[in-house]
T-cell receptor, first 115, second 111 residues
Framework: DAGVIQSPRHEVTEMGQEVTLRCKPISGHDYLFWYRQTMMRGLELLIYFNNNVPIDDSGMPEDRFSAKMPNASFSTLKIQPSEPRDSAVYFC?????????????FGPGTRLTVL | SQQGEEDPQALSIQEGENATMNCSYKTSINNLQWYRQNSGRGLVHLILIRSNEREKHSGRLRVTLDTSKKSSSLLITASRAADTASYFCARGQRGSEKLVFGKGTKLTVNP
């Protein structure tokens, strides 16, 4: 299995632009998580899905952030408009509810820089 | 905040020495997990300990959990330069899929 796939790996954009981050979870995993990692705040959960349905989006910082999961193999996190304080590494993770241990499998992350 | 604290924030040791990292938390947990993150990479799951367990081993890793003190420790024995990474504890809560991560301990193992 290729593991969790994220694209792009790096994104540099200017303030005000729309940014779309993409994630392909591990095949067969029914949970998908979006995290944001910064030096100041550490790793924060933004939103998670179960069977493509958003379950908890309480970590989404504001209305500029939105996430979708149109099918079991694809999710997007969109920021519109982007701001410099959104600069961070964004991780996607997935897990299977049928797994013996509820470990999460992380993708390599997308490093976002908003100028 | 539900976030606990890992300490130390940074730890530098020589190859062959043992490394101990601690994690404290504030709310009750269902399980506690430890993850490792190499520079520029995603997190990798190392070990999980349930709230009714006190100690678990996996290879050179030993995890303890003291729910009365709301704390856990991760011990890496006979460390290697390849163990250099950041280590995070993550608290899992009953009835939720959420994991709450600490800010991590940055471990450097010098050859």
């Amino acid at each position: 299995d290729a593991g969790v796939i994220q694209s792009p790996r790096h994104e540099v954009t200017e303030m005000g632009q729309e940014v779309t981050l993409r994630c392909k979870p591990i095949s067969g995993h029914d949970y998908l998580f979006w995290y944001r990692q910064t030096m100041m705040r550490g790793l924060e959960l933004l939103i998670y899905f179960n069977n493509n349905v958003p379950i908890d989006d309480s970590g989404m910082p504001e209305d500029r952030f939105s996430a979708k999961m149109p099918n079991a193999s694809f999710s997007t996190l969109k920021i519109q408009p982007s701001e410099p304080r959104d600069s961070a590494v964004y991780f996607c993770a997935s897990r299977s509810s049928g797994a013996r241990f509820n470990e999460q499998f992380f993708g390599p992350g997308t490093r976002l820089t908003v100028l | 905040s539900q976030q606990g604290e890992e300490d130390p924030q940074a730890l530098s040791i020589q190859e062959g020495e043992n490394a101990t990292m601690n994690c404290s938390y504030k709310t009750s947990i269902n399980n506690l997990q430890w993850y490792r993150q190499n520079s520029g990479r995603g997190l990798v799951h190392l070990i999980l300990i349930r709230s009714n367990e006190r100690e678990k081993h996996s290879g050179r890793l030993r995890v303890t959990l003291d729910t009365s003190k709301k704390s856990s420790s991760l011990l890496i024995t006979a460390s290697r330069a390849a163990d250099t990474a950041s280590y995070f504890c993550a608290r899992g809560q009953r009835g939720s899929e959420k994991l709450v991560f600490g800010k991590g301990t940055k471990l450097t193992v010098n050859p």
